[in-house]
């Protein structure tokens, strides 16, 4: 069987997608694209269907939160390699059997309403790894089949994973003392 | 050698499935009452923690299974973002707690691999050898436990008593039998104590008649051979689309371990087999893992061979790693370094590093995010038990109910890797 020998994946992915990719970094031999949310799908197929790419295989899909001020226009500017539109990120981890490599592509998403395109059609390996983001991030992911929490209860108010989402220490709640509490949370008002 | 290792598998890549298929509801058969919903779980002993799986059932066979995970979610991600780099290994622990070295060590080479902190030739040996003494002792829950579901309450007992002499030279090691903390950035807690290898080398005379005794016992067994023959078959390009991986993954007959395909920690350096199954059943991935003992005790019978007693254990690097106790009577460098280690930690850039493991239940990943300071923006962990479990539903739809227990027990999940 005759295969294709590898190609460079940035300047593949450049020359496809021109100004959708949004920015490249390498730190530490890892590799960076930044694509345009809306594209992701489109980038994730090129890059797992064309010769000489071949990233068969999803790692993993995790997200960042930039929450309170590592992103936007305050921190652009700052340092080139800080590439930081928007508040939300979400890293896609894709690994080519083939060729023994892996590639980080990451797409931002906005603060207010974060939707991300989902790349389940493609590998249903992203159905339960988005579903986690969605509950934990609180990223919704546009067109998932399953939309329910997978790890928190279904009552849960918020997204634990947030950065402003306060971080334990709390009342073990009862019945007897639920009113105190809740009247102690302002997440649970919302 | 990456694209002989892997095959033509690697290059069918897509993936024709119905997305209605991932809505997580059960048919309208169940709404009509013409097939029965089933709880199994949270609390059913063979499901390897607290799993709940519905289950849609015509007849015996099964016509949906859901999973339901989160039981025993223990916010770990979280934590670790409010804790120092090095105070974070301890929490890794209790995530896969049957193999807790995997998940130090994905977690400290993602560490190690954003300061660049190096690690001493003898520790990484040290961490090969603790590691795959840890894959045999996560095996053996594994054998123990496939086996007393499906009946054979014999195998069991045994694989727990080999079990035990491993957690014994746990214990040697780090003070505990389980949740060791071991690794730490840069290379291990302690040197290696006496008698470590006196037990180690009775370990590796001790088990392979072990092996033989496990084999004797099921291999040609015709009630196991019924019950696991054409099982569960998880064909290559599916597994490969549902994110399936390590032993599972090579029991289809796809060679892809991260030992070989990208060595961390010397193991280019060892010589060492990828045994291999052919149909992806439930027989074919416990013959992969059994042939997996045998390579594994070779890993740690080579570096235990090349190991001297004593030498260096961890980098010298004091802006990341603490000074020795002993060190503190002596110089004022070592008390600032120390002062300041313990208390506010090393910073770390606010960049992003990923690295993978091979755990003995598959590809374990860590996405580290750092914020310039001394704790983590975030801490992602792909774990294996995740993905298999929910690829479930993949593995099990239309076969019996009975076969259902052999494949969860023939995919090795940990409902604490799953949930984190």
């Known amino acids: 069987m005759q295969i294709a020998p590898p190609i460079d994946p940035v300047e593949a992915v450049e020359e496809q997608f021109g100004d959708d990719v949004l920015h490249v970094k390498t730190f530490r031999d890892e590799t960076t694209i930044v694509v345009t949310t809306e594209r992701i799908v489109e980038v994730i197929q090129f890059l797992r269907s064309t010769p000489g790419l071949i990233y068969n295989y999803l790692s993993d899909i995790s997200s960042v939160d930039y929450y309170p001020n590592d992103y936007g226009d305050a921190y652009d500017g700052q340092d080139e390699r800080n590439y930081r539109p928007e508040r939300f990120g979400v890293a896609y981890h894709i690994y080519s059997m083939l060729y023994n490599r892996r590639l980080r592509v990451k797409v931002f998403a906005m603060e207010e309403d974060p939707v991300v395109p989902t790349i389940v059609g493609l590998w249903p390996a992203a159905n339960w790894l988005e579903r986690e983001i969605a509950d934990l991030m609180g990223i919704q992911f546009d067109g998932h089949p399953d939309k329910r929490r997978l790890m928190m209860p279904e009552d849960w108010d918020g997204h634990p994973l947030r950065r402003d989402y306060p971080m334990g220490k709390e009342t073990v709640q009862f019945s007897f003392n639920v009113e105190e509490i809740i009247s102690h949370k302002p997440l649970a008002k919302d | 050698m990456a694209i002989e290792q892997v095959g033509d598998q690697a290059v069918k890549a897509t993936w024709e499935g119905d997305l209605n298929q991932l809505k997580g509801l059960v048919t309208e058969r169940a709404i009509t009452g013409e097939t029965m919903l089933l709880n199994m779980g949270p609390h059913h002993p063979s499901t390897h923690g607290v799993l709940r799986l519905l289950l849609e059932l015509d007849g015996e066979e099964l016509v949906t299974v859901l999973p339901d995970v989160g039981f025993l979610h223990t916010g770990i991600e979280k934590n670790i973002e ?339």
């Open chain 2, 82 to 420: 409010d804790k120092t780099y090095e105070k974070g290994v301890p929490l890794t622990d209790r995530m896969d707690y049957l193999s807790p070295m995997s998940n130090n060590m994905v977690f400290c080479m993602a560490i190690e691999k954003m300061i660049g902190l190096d690690v001493p030739e003898r520790a990484q040996t040290i961490r090969v050898v603790l590691l795959e003494l840890s894959r045999i002792a996560s095996h053996m829950v594994w054998l123990g436990t496939q086996a007393l579901d499906m009946g054979a309450m014999s195998v069991f007992l045994y694989c727990f008593r080999e079990r035990e002499k491993i957690l014994r030279i746990f214990e040697m090691v780090s003070g505990q039998r389980m949740m060791g903390s071991y690794f730490r950035p840069g290379g291990v807690w302690r040197d290696l104590p006496d008698g470590f290898h006196d037990a180690v080398n009775e370990f590796i005379d001790y088990f392979p008649p072990k092996v033989d005794d496990y084999e004797a016992l099921l291999v040609k067994n015709p009630i196991w051979i019924d019950r696991t023959h054409g099982v569960g078959v998880i064909e290559p390009d599916l597994g490969l689309a549902w994110g399936v991986s390590g032993p599972s993954l090579r029991g289809s007959g796809v060679n892809w371990d991260i030992r070989k395909s990208s060595p961390y920690s010397g193991y280019e350096t060892f010589d060492f087999d990828v045994p291999l199954g052919e149909h992806g059943d439930v027989y074919d991935r416990f013959m992969v893992r059994l042939a997996e003992l045998r390579q594994s005790l070779s890993i740690i019978k080579q570096g235990i061979d090349r190991l001297e007693p004593t030498g260096p254990f961890r980098s010298e690097n004091r802006k990341f790693v603490p000074p020795p106790r002993s060190a503190l009577g002596q110089s004022m460098e070592a008390v600032i370094h120390h002062f300041k280690l313990w208390t506010q930690g090393f910073d770390a850039p606010d960049e992003e590093v990923f690295a993978a493991v091979e755990s003995p239940r598959g590809e374990i990943s860590c996405y580290l995010h750092g914020t310039g300071e001394t704790r983590p923006r975030r801490v992602h962990f792909k774990t294996p038990s995740f993905m298999h479990i929910a690829a479930m539903p993949m593995i099990a739809e239309g076969h019996m109910i009975a076969d259902l227990i052999a494949i969860i027990g023939s995919v090795d999940i940990v409902l604490g890797d799953c949930d984190r």
